[in-house]
């Protein structure tokens, strides 16, 4: 029997079939070879299914040469969350500058070398392999977010590659097992910690509601108001969610508004938490609060206005407080490295994430990765400059040290002792 319309026998075209499946399956595997992070619109999975061996290294100790040391960072330098990423930079670059116009360290100067994940961890995943394997980076530093973190933290501790001062609070990085990871700010189990401690004594809030986003950052931070609120006997009156990298927070608006809170606990960046803000505020008048990854300066950017009277979280100092001697000196290590750079708190972090990896270097005269990391985990105490960083058995986050801020009339982002009705 032919087919009427092609002209081929029956098993003519059950090869050509046969054939055309082959070639599709070609096609495919070519295409899914292809790294990550090459096509722009593609979506990635949060958990990778499995780390592969790793490459043979030309080096006996990665990243580490006669006149440098390079540190790799995988951020987001595109899309909605990348002043984040831009202002971590610029603090770790300004440190390292710092450093690098006194000599280096040992002799090393410091060089840091960084890749755009877009804040999608896919991406996160395919660069720290990247940077690890290819640019044979001694250590990540100063990685941005939760879900990115989470997708690059099994590959460095399974490689014993530094992971140092990640830009998140997440529990999950706090676990002692995870022996290549060194966090320097307090976490965000801490900050909604804080609080819901200042709503229910500054303000006797009861009515709390929740937005965040998506996924394990916005768990980690929902959880740790759900436990700040068991803790007192309370429930959140609503909480509901927007997807990463958007800002499509129209149902999230909607079900907070009808639930008609007391506060509204933001676990964002910063786009989708200001427009949360305004267009709630077009039906109710609640008291804002954010966890510090949201990035103070951009939100109050992106607020304008309407920016007055959004309290933040922060775990670094404001980035104007002379009288800490490190702050001093992150302002005139930025002044020196970029004039036009305007100071703010994620950079502040960034610079302190960069000074941590300098104090690393400096207890090892001919560092190797094993000495780096028991340099900074054994070490009693840490003072960068007047800012003291706790480690031991253990206990893998330096600083436990939590501020509440509030964006004033002027756009400043100051520092507050207590809550005060905002409306």
């Given at each position: 029997m032919t087919n009427s319309k092609a002209g081929l026998p029956s098993s003519g075209m059950a090869a050509f079939a046969v054939f055309a499946v082959g070639v599709l399956l070609v096609l495919v595997a070519a295409c899914?070879?292809?790294?990550?992070?090459?096509?722009?619109?593609?979506?990635?999975?949060?958990?990778?299914?499995?780390?592969?061996?790793?490459?043979?290294?030309?080096?006996?100790?990665?990243?580490?040469?006669?006149?440098?040391?390079?540190?790799?960072?995988?951020?987001?330098?595109?899309?909605?969350?990348?002043?984040?990423?831009?202002?971590?930079?610029?603090?770790?670059?300004?440190?390292?500058?710092?450093?690098?116009?006194?000599?280096?360290?040992?002799?090393?100067?410091?060089?840091?070398?960084?890749?755009?994940?877009?804040?999608?961890?896919?991406?996160?995943?395919?660069?720290?392999?990247?940077?690890?394997?290819?640019?044979?980076?001694?250590?990540?530093?100063?990685?941005?977010?939760?879900?990115?973190?989470?997708?690059?933290?099994?590959?460095?501790d399974s490689e014993a590659v530094p992971f140092l001062a990640p830009f998140t609070g997440a529990g999950f990085l706090r676990n002692p097992e995870l022996a290549s990871v060194v966090n320097l700010r307090a976490s965000y189990a801490q900050e909604t910690e804080h609080m819901v401690e200042r709503l229910r004594d500054d303000l006797g809030v009861t009515r709390v509601a929740v937005m965040y986003q998506n996924d394990s950052y916005g768990q980690s931070g929902l959880n740790g108001v759900l436990e700040a609120l068991g803790r007192r006997g309370l429930e959140p009156v609503a909480t509901w969610y927007y997807e990463r990298n958007s800002s499509a927070v129209k149902a999230a608006v909607f079900h907070i508004a009808a639930a008609n809170p007391e506060?509204?606990?933001?676990?964002?960046?910063?786009?989708?938490?200001?427009?949360?803000?305004?267009?709630?505020?077009?039906?109710?008048?609640?008291?804002?609060?954010?966890?510090?990854?949201?990035?103070?300066?951009?939100?109050?950017?992106?607020?304008?206005?309407?920016?007055?009277?959004?309290?933040?979280?922060?775990?670094?100092p404001p980035p104007d407080d002379t009288g800490t001697p490190a702050v001093a000196e992150y302002l005139a290590a930025l002044g020196s490295f970029d004039a036009s750079a305007e100071p703010g708190f994620v950079s502040l972090e960034g610079y302190l994430a960069g000074r941590l990896a300098i104090a690393g270097l400096e207890a090892c005269e001919e560092p190797t990765r094993e000495c780096f990391l028991a340099a900074l985990r054994s070490s009693e105490s840490i003072d960068l400059s007047g800012i003291r960083l706790q480690y031991g058995p253990g206990d893998n986050q330096g600083s436990d040290e939590v501020i509440m801020t509030v964006i004033d009339e002027t756009g400043r982002v100051v520092p507050v002792a207590t809550l005060e009705e905002t409306s």
């Amino acid at each position: 029997m032919t087919n009427s319309k092609a002209g081929l026998p029956s098993s003519g075209m059950a090869a050509f079939a046969v054939f055309a499946v082959g070639v599709l399956l070609v096609l495919v595997a070519a295409c899914s070879s292809e790294a990550p992070g090459n096509d722009p619109t593609a979506t990635a999975p949060e958990t990778p299914p499995s780390t592969s061996a790793p490459a043979t290294s030309g080096q006996a100790n990665p990243g580490i040469f006669d006149d440098r040391v390079v540190f790799g960072q995988s951020a987001a330098f595109t899309g909605p969350a990348q002043a984040l990423g831009h202002a971590m930079r610029l603090g770790i670059e300004a440190a390292f500058h710092e450093r690098n116009q006194a000599g280096g360290v040992h002799g090393r100067m410091l060089e840091l070398v960084t890749m755009d994940d877009r804040y999608e961890p896919g991406f996160a995943y395919a660069n720290t392999r990247d940077l690890i394997r290819k640019e044979q980076v001694f250590g990540l530093i100063g990685e941005v977010g939760t879900p990115t973190s989470r997708s690059a933290a099994r590959l460095v501790d399974s490689e014993a590659v530094p992971f140092l001062a990640p830009f998140t609070g997440a529990g999950f990085l706090r676990n002692p097992e995870l022996a290549s990871v060194v966090n320097l700010r307090a976490s965000y189990a801490q900050e909604t910690e804080h609080m819901v401690e200042r709503l229910r004594d500054d303000l006797g809030v009861t009515r709390v509601a929740v937005m965040y986003q998506n996924d394990s950052y916005g768990q980690s931070g929902l959880n740790g108001v759900l436990e700040a609120l068991g803790r007192r006997g309370l429930e959140p009156v609503a909480t509901w969610y927007y997807e990463r990298n958007s800002s499509a927070v129209k149902a999230a608006v909607f079900h907070i508004a009808a639930a008609n809170p007391e506060a509204v606990v933001m676990i964002g960046a910063y786009q989708p938490v200001a427009k949360a803000i305004s267009l709630l505020r077009e039906d109710i008048d609640p008291v804002f609060l954010a966890v510090s990854f949201v990035g103070s300066n951009a939100l109050a950017l992106e607020l304008g206005d309407e920016a007055v009277g959004v309290y933040i979280t922060q775990v670094v100092p404001p980035p104007d407080d002379t009288g800490t001697p490190a702050v001093a000196e992150y302002l005139a290590a930025l002044g020196s490295f970029d004039a036009s750079a305007e100071p703010g708190f994620v950079s502040l972090e960034g610079y302190l994430a960069g000074r941590l990896a300098i104090a690393g270097l400096e207890a090892c005269e001919e560092p190797t990765r094993e000495c780096f990391l028991a340099a900074l985990r054994s070490s009693e105490s840490i003072d960068l400059s007047g800012i003291r960083l706790q480690y031991g058995p253990g206990d893998n986050q330096g600083s436990d040290e939590v501020i509440m801020t509030v964006i004033d009339e002027t756009g400043r982002v100051v520092p507050v002792a207590t809550l005060e009705e905002t409306s």
